[in-house]
């Protein structure tokens, strides 16, 4: 009975050594697995980390306005551009000498701002935080950045130069760009030989307008703040249309909103209203007689300009160019603001002018353009450190979606901000 006990005993522990040695033998074999998936992890994100580090792409610009030279510098400061080209079929004269002003608005002075722009060290005029420049004032000085980088990028500059399908035929297969930026304005064909649909959606921004233009040599060609008057109803008793006596409708700004800008050469003005149904806007919405919008941009000027122009008189009246009625205000944008070349393996995007067009000027149309290129450094990331097909695609689809963001937020606030307040 005793030995029956103890070969028991002997067997129990033959059993718990058996399953102590298991145990071991599962802690050594799971600390293995973790350790080693712990160097694959650490090895795989240093590598991946080296590989999205010396990730350069070539990205190609076409277009040097303000939205293409600006696209150019958010490219070099992505820091994965190894080779910048920019192409513009002006040459430099026609491209610097523009006399347009523009006006940069808070957003897109700080955006700029953080591109390393220096605003002390160009030629323009600060107002209510707006800046304003000639657009050949702006376009110059950002060349002069991008000359200055090309220390770091291999950054060229190609004037006179059209984008063609024979400009494409012409790069060889393995110095095809990776992103292809288009920023040649609203007459631009550089989509349609890149394929990219040329369907736009027109949307009304509930609103009606009017433009005019006059030029007087004798005046300055300097940037000037603009002029805003609010809440204006004209006298056209004389047509038979009576000024409404009371105002009606608290959600929306009443009466009409004139704005007066650009250098004291160049002068030019708008005029806004709410989209409505009153008399005086229906009138001036149909009316065949054009002398009435020019002699109501003519007295708003005269009233509203700054003390030191002259006013506007009979002989200058003759040559101010001016909207014969006031005409709804649309935005229209691309249905598709974003491609992949899948056979070539270049990623297109849209900008600018060449992306969305709002038939009223206001003088800070560039604002529309700078808004699109928020997006453009990370896209330009993503599309350089891409491992597959699949990341670029998911990039095209952020900067699509982006671009209708900017579209739909224009279409509900910029009015208001450039033109009612």
């Known amino acids: 009975m005793d030995g029956l006990q103890a070969e028991n005993a002997g067997v129990g522990g033959i059993g718990e050594d058996a399953e102590e040695r298991y145990r071991a033998l599962a802690y050594d074999t799971a600390l293995s697995t973790l350790v080693a998936v712990a160097v694959y992890v650490v090895v795989k994100v240093s590598l991946d980390g080296i590989r999205q580090w010396r990730a350069r792409i070539s990205v190609l610009i076409v277009g040097s306005g303000p939205v293409g030279l600006t696209a150019a510098l958010v490219a070099v400061r992505s820091g994965k551009v190894l080779k910048l080209t920019v192409l513009d079929e002006r040459y430099r004269t026609a491209l610097l000498c523009r006399p347009q002003q523009i006006a940069l608005d808070p957003r897109s002075v700080k955006f700029l701002l953080g591109l390393g722009v220096d605003f002390d060290n ?33 950054v060229k500059v190609q004037l006179g130069t059209k984008f063609t399908e024979e400009y494409l035929r012409r790069i060889p297969r393995n110095e095809w760009p990776r992103v292809i930026v288009v920023a040649d304005g609203s007459c631009g064909d550089s989509c349609s030989v890149l394929g990219i649909s040329s369907d736009y959606t027109v949307e009304s921004c509930h609103a009606y ?11 300055r060609q300097v940037p000037t703040p603009e002029i805003r008057a609010h ?46 149904d009153t008399k005086m806007v229906r009138f001036l919405r149909h009316t065949a007689n054009s002398s009435i919008m020019k002699n109501i941009f003519h007295q708003s000027f005269n009233v509203y300009k700054t003390d030191i122009e002259p006013r506007l008189n009979d002989v200058t009246l003759h040559h101010m160019q001016c909207s014969r009625r006031l005409f709804e205000i649309q935005l229209s ?17 849209v900008e600018g002018e060449a992306a969305r067009v709002l038939n009223f000027d206001t003088g800070c149309g560039v604002n529309l353009g700078m808004r699109g290129l928020e997006s453009m450094g990370t896209f330009i990331y993503r599309t350089a ?28 606030t910029d009015l208001a901000q450039s033109m009612y307040e």
């Open 333 to 349: 944008h691309r249905r598709i603001s974003a491609a992949y070349i899948e056979g070539d393996n270049v990623a297109v995007t």
């Open 209 to 219: 307008g009017a433009n005019a233009t006059i030029e007087r040599l004798d005046q």
């Open 231 to 276: 809440s204006l109803y004209f006298d056209l008793s004389a047509y038979g249309v009576e000024a409404p006596r009371e105002h009606r409708n608290a959600q929306a700004k009443p009466g009409f909103h004139v704005k007066i800008y650009g250098t004291f050469r160049n002068r030019y003005m708008a005029l806004a209203c709410p989209a409505s």
């Open 122 to 154: 160009m030629e323009g005029c600060w107002h209510n935080e707006h800046f304003f420049t000639r657009i050949g004032v702006f376009q110059e000085y950002l060349l002069s950045i991008l000359e200055q980088k090309k220390q770091k990028v291999d």
């Open 385 to 412: 450190t891409a491992v597959d097909q699949n990341d670029i695609l998911e990039a095209l689809s952020a900067k699509m979606q982006h671009s209708r963001q900017v579209a739909e937020t224009f279409k509900l």
